[in-house]
Structures are given as C-alpha cells and as structure tokens.
C-alpha cells in the first residue's frame, strides 16, 4: 500500500503488499540441503552451501529469483550474488557459466554435489527513490549488520535448480547466541547457535522470511491464531510490548470482521526500524506472506506516527489471507519467479485487500462515517491522477512493462473502489443481505488454498454467485476502459459528494515544502521568496528565517521529522513561541497559531430513505 510522508530531509514512500503465493503438493523425496552462515561474516557477505539433489542431466541451472510474488517489479535478486562455485563430491570445481543476472549454467551436472556463493545485502544500496528500477523495496529486502542483524527473505539468499521447484528444503542457519529467529517456521533444532528449518518445497521457503536479532518479541492469541510480532530498533527507542496493545485491536478486529475465513494458525509480524543512514533500508512499508508481514520504517518517527503506520500496512497486509493466500489463480499458484506471467486480477488481490482494510474499520466502529466517506474521496481524487481509461485486467496482466508499470499504484486507489462498487451492488441486490465479504467466502469455498482458478473464468464464477449486474460492472469498468460512475453507485445508498474545509499541513502545501534544511549547517530555513501560509504571517515569520525552536523544543535536521508530524496536532489560536535566527541575530516571535485551511471534496449520507441499505454496507 502506497503511503506518502514528506519531511523536508526525506522523501519516505509506503508502497507494498506483497501477495502470497500458495503451496503445491509437493512429490518429489529428495531434499535440498543450505547452510547460511551468520558467523563468520566477511566484508559484510554471507556465505552460502547448497548441497544439491540428485542431478540427472549433464547440464543444470541454479536460479535466484528475479521477482517474487507481490512486488510487482523485475528486481534481479540475483545481482547481490558474488564468487559463485559448483562442485563435485571429491570438492572439484565444475564450470559453472553465469548466462543471465540470476541464473548459472553447471556443466558434468550429474556429478554435482555442492554449490557456494556470497551474498551482498540489499539495505547497502538502497536510495528511497527507485523502486521497481534499481531498488529493492526494503520489506523484499536483505540485511546483513554482523552480530546485531539479518532480515533474511530467504529469495534473496536461496535459489532453485532447474524442475525441483517442489523439492524440499532443509535449511540450517548458524548464528551467534546473541540473536533470535523471528519467523512462522518451527526451528528444528535445540541449539542456541543453529537453526533448522524445514519446508515442503521452494514456494513455502520464499514465504517465510526470517529476522535475526537481539531477542524482542510478544505473542497474543485471537480467535485461535497465535500472534507474534518482533522488533528491531537499533536504539532501543521502540519495543514490541510498547507497540503490541494497538496491534492487538486491530488484529482482533479484523479477525471479528472476516469471520470464518481462518487459514493461518499462526502469524508473525517483523518490525525492522532502519537508522536511516546512506547503508541502511530507505524503501519504507510492507511486504505480506500468508504467515508473516515484514514491515520497514524509519526509526525517527514519532511513536503516534509509528502506531499510525502499523495500523496502515498492517490493516491492508493481514487481509490477504483471503486474496490471494486463499483466492487466486494459476498464475499464483505456480509462479515463474524467473519468467512471470502475471495475473488479470490485481483489482481483487490487492483492491478488494485495501478495500476491507478500510471497510473492517467503520464495520468494527474503529472509525466514523465521516472518516470513511474522507477515506473513499481521497482514493477518487488519486484514481482521478491516473489513467482511468487504461483496462484494470490489461494493466494487471502487463504490471512489469511500461506503461502498465506507472499505473500500478491505482490498485490501491480505483482498485478499492471497485471493491466498492461490486460491494454496494450485492448488497441492493440482495436488499442488504449479502455483501462483497459473502462473495469472498463463497469464492474461498469454491476455490482455496490448494486449487487455484483459471484467470479467464473468474469473471463468470462471479457472476454466477452474485448477479448479472456484477458481471455487467466487471465487464465494463474493470476489464473496459470505460471509467467508473462513482456517484452512481454511492447513491444507491444515500451518499453524495461534499465539500468541506480542513486545517491543511503547516509546513507543506501538497508536496511543497515551506522549509529547507542548510546543508552546512543542518538549520531549517523558512524559502525565501514564496507565498507563505496563515502560520507563517500571523507570527511574521520571513523567507530566510531560520527556526531553531517552537515551544522551547529545538528543532534541526535531526528532528525535522518531529517537527512536521507534531504540527498536525497544533490547534487553532494555541500560543506559540519560534525563536529564530534572522540575518544572523537570534530573535524571539511570540503569537496565536493561525492554521492554513484546504477545501476538500468528501461525501455525505444525505438521503435517510436509503439508510437501511447504507447500514447494512457500513455494519452488516
């Protein structure tokens, strides 16, 4: 899910769900042994030993993969691969050719018995700013902190031969005694220094990341699923008991709203708090497995905003247990993760997901209608910023070229609309009975984990389990590029469009900042010559001001992220106190907060006649 927070030092973008993949039967009784060595760490590199199965064609290829289902990107996991050797029983070196970013060619393969390489992780090279081109997502990433950290999704350390995707795996990791897996693996082994993990095949491994740190975790149950969540932060200055309370709300409310759906016994949420520094994770947000969210934020934020943001990503990443852990079609089920096809329904897999992550909230009465009916405008107002003619099953199916690519954002914008749409029809056409969450049940009962659908055929099981009229709306707006009558819909259920003024950011006037920092001195600097907001006249603040303080807390490069997040919860007519710097002297303004104003579009239940049916899509 797409997240935004501007500071005036960082540009942090929320963008992430990662759709999970499910397992296959798995046939074959050989097994794929690996060694990740976290030990003995040199030039900040771990070493890797896969012990091969057995091999019965003279040639073999190793693959790391160059994509991984749900991030929706071409990443060539394989460029962090360094020295890499194949070799026979007797430790002969057999020629292995590298024939593409991620994949090695081994001749004499029948006699090979193991493999090794270094791996280089993924934070070192991370910007912030280029996802999906040179970039990891930080959540798919790979940490390697000798002694004090290892995010380890396992796609980034450990490859796949040529037909033995479903293979088993048996992989032992040595560590030292300081450090605590965090992970839904069971560890197969007693030792404080090794770990051993088993799975099925190729598919279970990816899914199932693992966190190495000092141990700080808690466990919760809800309805039956154990809950762990786990956290780093570098400092010390977050822990998991300090941030379990509000995660243990929302995770029992959202148990509550899915009701029978419950395919997972155990979940694992992994918080990495990242320092910031040019080596450490810059690509903010989550990454969803059908046991584990691995989650990545910035360790400077305040905790209100820290919280506010684990309600986000985690509201949106938990519902995947539905989409696509449990519903979803081939081309999930058994996924090239070197050679993609992907699916037509990014509308259902991550849509339909943000959809109930904001429905759940009002369902569950963790916000108001006024918040929600603010939610659905704003998602309007950004599917408006981009194509809204393109065809959502066409973009979805091309999601990894151009430019489809630049439009993948709208699956959490007109994407949760269409979830919306489809829900209000089912709900007048069945005068309030059913919704979209019944559909989702009666398709998790015709599909599941196990079996998954042709994508052409899903339009019409929908069909055949809703009404025409839902066939109708997927045919025109979804796979169409006719876009979608919002108002339309809304009215069927008493909401019209509103207008409404709302204190606006401070500092910030959309993505335009009002302040700077200097780069020699790291003071923030008012910009000179600009129209300055409300805040900045009433206390005569001038374009080349420097703010030290506002209430006696010193602000700077160091805390500007403070600075700007705390603002929004400055009142109307507060007293307020900046010192400045102007012109080189220190000078004192003293005043009454005086906030900049925005008209914002919204909507409102206007028509009463239609409150039962609005009832029963809000709280049935």
Request: include cysteine; charge should be negative; charged fraction near 25%.
């Amino acid at each position: 899910m797409k997240k935004i927070i501007a500071t005036l030092a960082l540009v942090a973008v929320f963008i992430g769900c990662k759709t999970a993949s499910s397992t296959s039967n798995t046939h074959a009784k050989q097994e794929i042994g690996v060694n990740i060595n976290l030990t003995d760490i040199k030039e900040d590199k771990v070493q890797v030993t896969v012990t091969a199965p057995k091999i019965n064609t003279e040639e073999v290829t190793y693959s790391i993969p160059k994509t991984v289902p749900g991030t929706y990107s071409e990443d060539n996991y394989g460029r962090f691969i360094e020295d890499f050797k194949a070799f026979d029983s007797k430790g002969t070196l057999l020629t292995a050719k590298k024939t593409d970013k991620n994949t090695w060619l081994i001749s004499n393969a029948k006699a090979l018995k193991t493999i090794t390489y270094l791996v280089n992780d993924t934070f070192d090279t991370e910007k912030g700013t280029g996802f999906g081109n040179d970039d990891i997502f930080s959540p798919a990433g790979t940490n390697i902190d000798a002694g004090v950290n290892f995010m380890i999704n396992t796609h980034g350390f450990v490859g796949y031969f040529q037909d033995k995707l479903d293979t088993p795996y048996k992989v032992t990791i040595t560590h030292p005694a300081t450090l605590w897996a965090a992970t839904s693996m069971t560890d197969e082994d007693a030792s404080n220094t090794s770990d051993v993990f088993t799975t099925s095949h190729y598919a279970v491994l990816v899914e199932n990341p693992i966190m190495y740190s000092k141990p700080d975790y808690t466990s919760f149950d809800v309805n039956g699923m154990k809950i762990q969540i786990a956290v780093y932060s570098p400092t010390g200055k977050f822990t998991a008991e300090s941030i379990t309370p509000e995660m243990k709300t929302i995770m029992t409310a959202q148990k509550n709203f899915l009701g029978k759906i419950n395919s997972t016994k155990k979940y694992t949420v992994l918080l990495y708090l990242s320092t910031m520094k040019p080596d450490d994770a810059h690509g903010f947000g989550a990454l969803e497995h059908p046991t584990v969210t691995t989650v990545v934020l910035p360790e400077m934020m305040p905790k209100d905003e820290l919280i506010k943001s684990m309600k986000d990503v985690v509201s949106h990443e938990f519902f995947h247990i539905v989409t696509p852990l449990t519903i979803h079609s081939k081309e999930i089920q058994y996924f090239d993760y070197n050679a993609p096809k992907m699916s037509e329904h990014l509308w259902m897999y991550e849509g339909v997901t943000e959809y109930f992550a904001n429905l759940f909230q009002i369902n569950q009465s963790l916000i108001d209608e006024t918040e929600f009916y603010s939610r659905i405008a704003e998602k309007v107002e950004h599917a408006k910023t981009l194509n809204d003619t393109m065809s959502f099953t066409k973009m979805s199916a091309n999601v990894l070229v151009k430019p489809y690519k630049d439009q993948y954002l709208n699956v959490y914008e007109k994407g949760a609309l269409i979830g919306m749409c489809i829900d209000i029809i089912i709900r007048e056409k069945s005068n309030g009975q059913r919704g979209i969450l019944d559909l989702m049940h009666k398709l998790s009962d015709e599909y599941g984990i196990t079996k998954p659908f042709n994508d052409n055929e899903l339009f019409a099981k929908i069909t055949q389990l809703t009404y025409p009229e839902v066939g109708t709306f997927l045919n025109t707006y979804v796979a169409g590029t006719t876009p979608i009558p919002y108002d339309f819909y809304l009215d069927k259920v008493g909401v019209t469009k509103a207008v409404e003024k709302v204190p606006g950011t401070i500092f910030l006037k959309g993505q335009v900042p009002y302040i700077t920092i200097n780069p020699e001195t790291k003071e923030i600097m008012v910009i000179p010559e600009i129209e300055l907001n409300p805040f900045f006249k009433a206390l005569d603040l001038r374009g080349g001001d420097y703010i030290l303080s506002i209430n006696e807390k010193p602000y700077s490069l160091v805390n500007i992220y403070d600075m700007i997040t705390e603002s929004q919860t400055w009142k109307e007519n507060d007293p307020v106190t900046v010192k400045i710097k102007r012109n080189g002297k220190d000078l004192t303004l003293k005043g009454v907060l005086k906030l900049p104003y925005e008209e914002k579009n919204t909507f409102k239940a206007t028509n009463n006649s239609k409150q039962s049916l609005r009832n029963a899509w809000l709280k049935g």
